[in-house]
């Protein structure tokens, strides 16, 4: 896709989007105010959402927006992290030093928390993302995770991100422990057919590019074959462009943007 063809400055739906201009739809809206809820009260948080959905979008917002000298922030992202993986990464993101033995990382893990909350007065911020893919063995973990004064404070926020199947993991009896610890959950939907239209204009008007480059029929058809994912929808947008541009369209019209999705699904 040609940007002078368009007149756009930047690529318009792309993830590499500067985070003050993410499109501030009502569920991002409301997932920010859960999330900064989970900081102020050192919440063990849950946020669940399709694949595309904006989770970690979200996640990052919040992470802009605490100073880091009260919140760090510590981020770990891998599907299949065991206890170790879990708190060595905390522990060299923090730049502590790792014990010798093992054995020895959760205590390590308890004493930084404490000290940062005791002495440094800082409450850090835990982001778990992938959470749906985590082990029975992590999952588990976390009981041990949350209760670093015994049961009595939590100096730090957990916040654990992932698909559906998170929810459902999450309900069976043998997490039942660490269900009755979440503070506050949130579960993100996809943008209804009229956040879709406003999407795409959002991203246009940042990008420099001009407004009604999408006839109605195309973004109806676009909510519809998304299914409001941001994701999905920056995908279909820019091959209904790419599309447009070739046959020397100005506008996006719905046979374009069928042929985006027909290319997305490797429709013949």
Known sequence: MSLNYWGFTRAPF???????DYFPSTQFRELAARLHLMVEGRLFGVVTGEVGSGKSSAVRYLASQLDPTSHPVFYVAESQLTPFDFYSQILEAAGVTMPFHRSQTRRQ????MTDLWQHQ?????????EGQGLPARM????R???NTAM???TPFTCILVGQPDLRVTLRLKAFEAIYQRVGLRFHLRGLDEGETASYVSHHLQKAG???????PSALKLLASQSRGLPRIINHLATGALWDAESQGLRVVDEP??????????DDV
Do not use: N
Request: hydrophobic share 55%; charged share 25%; net charge negative.
């Open 14 to 20: 792309t993830k590499e989007l500067p985070i003050e």
């Open 109 to 112: 893990f308890v004493l930084l």
């Open 121 to 129: 007065h800082k409450a850090p911020v835990i982001i778990i993302d």
């Open 139 to 142: 999952l588990d973990e976390l």
């Open 144 to 146: 041990f995770v949350l």
């Open 151 to 153: 049961d009595a404070l």
């Open 209 to 215: 590019g001009a407004p009604g480059l999408f006839t």
């Open 256 to 265: 374009q943007m069928q042929r985006a999705v027909s290319d997305w699904r």
